[in-house]
């Protein structure tokens, strides 16, 4: 059984760099072939994909987030690293984690990071 948990500060000033850590537990072999994704939802709205990282480190951005955003994975702990810069208020949302092959099967029960100073 896969399983996705979030961690990291649950506050972050503004202009700095939100880092969020997923570590996925369970499956070993199987989320190596899948897509290890991170999304995040505004209160009201559906969620928005922010980007991707593979087993391999290939990398795929939303366009919208492109500029300041990197996606880091360690395949030795199963780990990978969402990297926003330049965080403003704006960016206070709940962010998940997520996983899978086609579309995101397995999700991380979230984490909400809040942008204030």
């Known amino acids: 059984q896969v399983q996705l948990q979030e961690s990291g500060p649950d506050l972050v000033k503004p202009s700095q760099t939100l880092s969020l850590t997923c570590t996925i537990s369970?499956?070993?072999?199987?989320?190596?072939?899948?897509?290890w994704n991170w999304v995040r939802q505004f209160p009201g709205k559906e969620p928005e994909w922010i980007g991707h990282?593979?087993?391999?480190?290939?990398?795929e951005y939303s366009p919208s987030l492109k500029s300041r955003t990197t996606i880091s994975r360690d395949t030795a702990k199963y780990r990978f690293t969402l990297h926003l810069s330049d965080v403003t208020r704006e960016d206070t949302a709940v962010y998940y984690c997520?996983?899978?092959?086609?579309?995101?099967?397995?999700w991380g029960q979230g984490t909400q990071v809040a942008v204030s100073s």
């Open positions: 990282t593979t087993y391999s480190g290939a990398t």
């Open positions: 369970g499956g070993r072999g199987t989320v190596n072939y899948y897509f």
């Open positions: 997520a996983a899978g092959l086609m579309g995101m099967k397995e």
